[in-house]
């Protein structure tokens, strides 16, 4: 059975701070995934990473794939209360049809 | 992209009912899927609903518990039957897509999902 474990699990932060979130494995993945999930609706896709020591970014969000390929980080500079939900990882084995979400994080902004 | 549409939004049921869940997709979509998000939880697949074919369930989820229809290719339906109180999660409906070139750049689009209570 394939895990990602996210770290933190909660994450609650003023308006402006920088934060980092985990998401790791011991198994490899082809592609690795983020999405958000704000209340009452379904994750939306933010970034999907693919090659070892991948970094992309997204405006204040930057997203980095491990160089083996097991574990992702993403990175949110001055962050804002609209950046508040659900942190979803989610590696897609190869060989494998199906995505893996890891368990999550929840992160509150306060302004 | 793709918009699903998926109803109820919400519903609180008694214990021992059954709830149908509908998913209408505005595109056809060889694959569905069906995720469980337990409160406070990430998401667990519960099963694929195949075009013509019978849907192919995880580890965990059986059949007589969340029958699963697909009669078109953008329709599906999830029922959760003989409900008890640890069925209460939201239950989401899924498609993949493509955002770019290859498999591994395949991506979920979701429905807003389905808050299921059981009292």
């Known amino acids: 059975t394939q895990l990602l474990e996210q770290s933190p699990q909660f994450l609650s932060i003023q308006e402006g701070e920088n934060l980092t979130v985990y998401c790791n494995s011991s198994?490899?993945?082809?592609?690795l995934q983020w999405y958000r999930q704000e209340p009452g609706e379904g994750p939306v896709l933010l970034v999907t990473v693919v090659t070892g020591g991948e970094v992309k970014k997204l405006k204040r969000l930057t997203f980095q794939f491990g160089d083996a390929r097991k574990d992702s980080s993403l990175h949110i500079t001055a962050a804002q209360t609209g950046d508040t939900g659900l942190y979803l990882c989610?590696?897609?084995?190869?060989?494998?049809?199906?995505?893996?979400f890891g368990t999550g994080t929840r992160l509150l902004v306060s302004p | 992209s793709a918009v699903i549409s998926q109803k109820p939004s919400r519903d609180i049921c008694q214990r021992g009912t059954s709830l149908t869940i509908q998913c209408q997709v505005d595109?056809?979509?060889?694959?569905m899927f069906w995720y469980r998000q337990q409160p406070g939880q990430s998401l667990t697949l519960i099963a694929t609903a195949n075009q013509g074919s019978e849907a192919t369930y995880e580890s965990g989820f059986v059949i007589d518990k969340f029958p699963i229809s697909r009669p078109n290719l953008t329709f599906s339906t999830l029922t959760v039957s003989n409900m008890s109180p640890e069925d209460s999660s939201i239950y989401l409906c899924s498609v993949g897509g493509v955002e770019g070139a290859g498999r591994r750049n395949e991506k979920l689009f979701f429905g807003s999902g389905t808050q299921l209570s059981v009292l």
């Open positions: 198994s490899v993945f082809s592609s």
């Open positions: 989610a590696g897609r084995s190869t060989g494998f049809q199906k995505l893996v």
């Open positions: 595109s056809q979509v060889t694959m």
